[in-house]
């Protein structure tokens, strides 16, 4: 059975995909982790509406498709090594992250981000049905350009590392109202000082219900409560309404989770629209500094990052 960089055995390892780039080790401070989240939109740029009404005339941008996702990665690589907009992340989640998709230019995203940070990586593909044409789904979503039908590349989400990853887990979440895109999550561990840090990256359904969403939450969590020591749980939640916000929020609060970002942050923008989508909770840990990366072009959502100092 295939290993994970420390050595342990992981879940499901037909469907992950770890990369070969070698863990940095802790950083110094060893008491404090920086993590960020990103819905990378697989790097083809922010205009999400504005592209998709292009799209119905008969034009689709950027004609240099695999050029331009290529510049927007270094712009991503840019903004997460430069310290300016955040501090270096020593954990970035992923979400939308294509591989070898035509809308990608046939990039492999989590990989090519990877190298310029000098990261390791582990992508989990969402494993998209072939020839199964979308379903009907919420209006702002028919923008989205798909992956074609018979298109051999597929999206999904990633963890990026600077630390060894253990304990490497592929979290399938139940979904029903959008039968064509599977929903998933991904949880590791990170030994930092003594302590073992439980991490999740999410990409919660943006056609689910409340209730669906609150169900797809609920496996992410016993993944969690599986495991002893600081947990944190972040990604692209999807809360595009203000009572999904509020309900969710509320919802991760009576589970012991807490996040200092105000109900209402705007993590995503579409023409004039700006909507609260991603989160980052803790559990057993607290964050000390926190952020939202602005302005980056590279996808319609922008990063969020965190210092989370780990309790004893």
Not at 28 to 44: C, F, G, P, Q, W
Not at 150 to 174: K, M, N, Q, W
Not at 284 to 290: F, G, L, Q, R
Request: one cysteine or more; charged letters at 20%; aromatic letters at 6%.
């Amino acid at each position: 059975m295939p290993m994970s960089q420390s050595g342990q055995t992981i879940d499901a390892p037909e469907r992950l995909e770890f990369g070969d780039i070698p863990p940095a080790g802790p950083a110094s401070d060893t008491e404090k982790l920086v993590v960020a989240t990103y819905n990378i939109r697989y790097a083809v740029g922010r205009g999400l509406i504005s592209s998709g009404i292009l799209r119905k005339v008969g034009i689709n941008p950027p004609r240099q498709r695999r050029v331009a996702v290529s510049k927007n990665i270094e712009t991503a690589a840019r903004a997460f090594s430069a310290g300016t907009k955040l501090p270096r992340p020593d954990i970035l989640a992923l979400q939308e992250a294509d591989n070898a998709t035509g809308r990608a230019g046939g990039v492999h995203v989590a990989r090519e981000l990877a190298a310029a940070l000098g990261m390791s990586w582990v992508h989990a593909p969402a494993e998209i049905p072939r020839g199964v044409p979308p379903q009907a789904r919420e209006w702002w979503l028919n923008f989205e350009e798909q992956i074609a039908l018979h298109d051999e590349g597929d999206t999904g989400i990633a963890l990026l590392s600077h630390l060894p990853l253990e304990d490497v887990t592929r979290i399938d979440l139940p979904w029903k109202e959008c039968a064509w895109r599977p929903r998933l999550a991904m949880a590791a561990t990170v030994v930092l000082g003594g302590h073992h840090v439980r991490i999740c990256n999410a990409h919660i359904d943006p056609h689910a219900s409340l209730d669906g969403q609150h169900d797809q939450l609920e496996v992410v969590l016993a993944d969690a409560n599986q495991h002893h020591g600081p947990k944190i749980i972040m990604g692209d939640f999807n809360t595009l309404s203000r009572q999904k916000c509020v309900e969710i929020r509320a919802f991760m609060e009576s589970q012991g989770y807490q996040t200092p970002f105000p109900t209402g942050t705007p993590t995503w923008r579409g023409a004039a629209i700006k909507l609260h989508a991603d989160w980052i909770f803790v559990r057993d840990a607290t964050i000390t500094k926190w952020g939202v990366v602005r302005p980056l072009n590279v996808s319609d959502h922008w990063p969020i990052w965190a210092e989370v100092t780990l309790s004893k």
